[in-house]
């Protein structure tokens, strides 16, 4: 419905519009950062609802390009008010509840990659001579994206996870009405001179929670240092690493937002979330959350929750100061659209996909057009995207290079190939085939050795035809045919036996798939039928022996730095070790109890200030992760206390180490003890550093077999 207000002349929006257009886009190009503040006071609210806030912090605007002199801002950062709504919703009986949380467990690693794009939008249209001449419209915005590894380096007693985040790739595009002015890739060979591209292989450690959350922002030093300096690259490095930056990049809202413990499919939930769009006022949206369903995937249990946003006016007291109180947006017809999903790995606790998509555009059409003529309109739109994206992950075995071979594989659904006359099939022998026959599913496991003519529709064939072999296998007791096919194919026993996924070929076929998938390792098929060169002197084997030692020097270097400076030393206590305790522990009399009851009457409590000294390390079936200690116990006066059992969870916390001092006393110690074994074999090979470098990304490039 078109308002009185609206029939104001479509020249004072233009003129409103142009007079921001021509300070530089300021409120146009400001880049959406999320940050969950401290919680506050809880406002009146009908039960069961809670309310939570986050700060709403505001920046300088972008400056417009003058001179070559004086060069534009990139467009910064807005940061935007949340309040989280959980809502209670009926419980389905029939079906099984879920806990919808990440899961850490230390040295696994996983690759991520992250984008977000913020973008603002001013366009006229219509006859273009009804335009005025001094309007120019365009778009303002910028589109960042990183890929990084996060290794876990520790995980506490609630699960929270200290993460080292290692940054691999980064792309920067920041434009200002249609003009570009940074364009970064790291990827780009033209780009290695930019500030930016110094941010690649260093890395920041945080704090996660099982809930999706950023609780502590432990170590930004690495990052921050290269990037001090006053020109727009190095500002926007700057502004990457910001606190909340950062927890944008890692906090997965509907998990944050997600308090109840248990979920069913149907099970919803809501947050509130507040937009600014500047002269256009504050909107507020209720993201409805719901669990749409749980599913089985490559024996994987998989949760996909389904998001839909709705205006609301459900805290709009709270909201009232920045709200749009002019005509201004009453001149406007406005559309929208906000949706999410995440898809969430039950079984690794591993996010696999999320997403969130905010388009609204505002419309103003001229109430008065010129009699037989296209009436003119102003459009206005902003994007907000989010996505976080598993590309990869394992458990990791201390690895130095944490480049994956499955970083460069293309993935496709793989239709039956009908084999042609001149198709060669690769020859192939089977080094292991596992079988599982069980109620849930009938799983079929199959690694093979390819030789002779290899390629890509070779290997495909190949997989095809064995794919074929396998489903029409019969005598399983709770199936008919195996429900779950993967078959890997290797080319060398080495890379098969390192554990690292070193595949050339695989397919897998799960319930969920009408056809067989099938992915190709490119980096090997591009090696095929090349001939071994020499470099720096060495054979293409002696380069992949020292590329074999580099590996397994950079794992020395991490184990022994991690040694010295652990991050809970109670953890990894050896015998002979003495430790004072800081709290009352308990004391158990034995370690494997036949009546576990009995011994917890016996159990005694030593109190703080007592001296233990480890005299046995031992496992638990039931907690192999946590190690338990036989000690002799003497009180602060060196009274003996007698000896017992101590699991060493008790211990946790009681070691009085600052976390951030140890993982910064861990990594320069790393780095120089990887220092230092590199030039020790260099030394021994008659290189320089430099060369030994060409040798390191050459494994990588070449996906030579890693070591055991």
Same mark, same amino acid.
């Given at each position: ?498 554990? $690292?996924?070193?595949?050339?070929? $695989? ?89 576990? $009851? ?111």
């Amino acid at each position: 419905m078109v308002t009185a207000s609206k029939t104001l002349s479509l020249t004072v929006i233009l003129v409103f519009c142009l007079s921001l257009l021509l300070a530089g886009c300021g409120e146009l190009a400001k880049e959406p950062t999320e940050a969950v503040a401290e919680p506050q006071e809880e406002p009146p609210a009908r039960q069961p609802i809670r309310v939570e806030e986050a700060i709403e912090a505001e920046v300088e605007p972008v400056q417009p390009v003058e001179t070559e002199v004086a060069p534009a801002q990139i467009p910064t950062v807005e940061m935007e008010a949340e309040e989280t709504v959980v809502t209670e919703t009926e419980i389905e009986e029939q079906a099984p509840a879920v806990e919808l949380a990440l899961k850490f467990s230390p040295d696994d690693t996983a690759t991520y990659k992250v984008i977000t794009e913020a973008e603002r939008s001013v366009k006229m249209e219509g006859p273009s001579e009804q335009r005025p001449a001094a309007f120019k419209g365009g778009r303002t915005g910028s589109r960042v994206e990183m890929t990084f590894s996060q290794r876990i380096k520790k995980v506490d007693d609630k699960g929270n996870a200290i993460a080292e985040i290692k940054i691999q790739q980064l792309k920067y595009l920041a434009t200002v009405t249609d003009k570009t002015i940074l364009n970064f890739d790291s990827s780009r060979q033209g780009d290695s001179n930019n500030p930016l591209s110094k941010l690649i292989g260093l890395s920041y450690t945080i704090e996660l929670t099982p809930q999706g959350d950023v609780s502590k922002i432990i170590d930004v030093n690495e990052v921050l240092a290269v990037v001090k300096g006053t020109s727009q690259a190095h500002m926007t490095g700057a502004r990457l690493f910001e606190q909340s930056a950062i927890k944008q990049r890692h906090q997965i809202p509907v998990l944050v937002t997600a308090h109840e413990k248990q979920m069913r499919p149907g099970n919803s939930w809501s947050s509130v979330k507040t937009f600014s769009f500047g002269m256009m006022g504050s909107k507020s949206y209720e993201r409805i959350y719901t669990l749409e369903e749980i599913k089985d995937i490559n024996g994987q249990q998989i949760a996909v929750v389904d998001m839909k946003a709705v205006p609301t006016s459900e805290t709009a007291e709270q909201l009232h100061q920045e709200q749009a109180t002019g005509l201004l947006t009453q001149m406007f017809d406005n559309t929208e659209s906000y949706t999410g999903r995440l898809t969430l790995n039950l079984s690794e606790g591993k996010v696999e996909k999320c997403t969130e998509k905010l388009r609204t555009e505002w419309v103003a059409v001229d109430p008065a057009p010129e009699i037989d003529k296209e009436p003119s309109a102003l459009r206005m739109t902003a994007i907000r995207n989010h996505l976080i994206e598993k590309i990869d992950s394992t458990a990791r075995k201390s690895k130095k290079l944490t480049s994956s071979p499955r970083e460069t594989i293309k993935k496709e659904v793989q239709k039956p190939i009908v084999r042609p006359e001149s198709l060669i099939i690769p020859k192939y022998s089977i080094l292991d085939e596992d079988t599982h026959d069980g109620p849930l599913k009938v799983q079929v496991v199959l690694n093979i050795l390819v030789s002779g003519e290899i390629s890509e529709t070779g290997l495909k064939a190949l997989l095809n035809k064995l794919y074929s072999s396998i489903k029409m296998r019969k005598g399983f007791k709770y199936y008919k045919h195996p429900t779950n096919i993967y078959i890997y194919a290797f080319t060398s026993t080495e890379r098969y036996e390192s554990g $690292m996924g070193q595949w050339i070929a $695989m397919l897998m076929q799960s319930p969920g798939d009408s056809e067989p998938r099938i992915s190709i390792n490119e980096r090997q098929i591009a090696q095929l039928g090349v001939k071994p060169e020499e470099r720096f002197g060495l054979s293409e084997e002696k380069r992949k022996e020292i590329w074999k030692q580099l590996v397994l020097s950079g794992n020395r270097a991490m184990k022994e730095s991690e040694e010295l400076y652990p991050l809970e030393p109670a953890q990894s206590l050896r015998v002979g070790q003495i430790f004072k305790l800081a709290k009352e522990t308990p004391l158990m009399p034995e370690l494997e109890p036949v009546d576990p $009851m009995e011994a917890i009457g016996r159990m005694r409590k030593l109190p703080p200030s007592t001296t233990i000294k480890v005299l046995k390390v031992a496992m638990k079936k039931q907690t192999p992760w946590y190690p338990w200690y036989f000690i002799e116990a003497e009180s602060s006066s060196r009274i003996s206390l007698g000896k017992g059992w101590i699991n060493s969870i008790a211990l946790i916390r009681q070691s009085q180490i600052d976390p951030k001092q140890q993982i910064e006393k861990q990594m320069d110690l790393e780095k120089k003890l990887s220092d230092k074994y590199d030039n020790e074999l260099a030394k021994k090979y008659g290189l320089t550093l430099e060369q030994l470098k060409e040798i390191e990304l050459e494994g990588v490039t070449k996906d030579w077999p890693l070591p055991k």
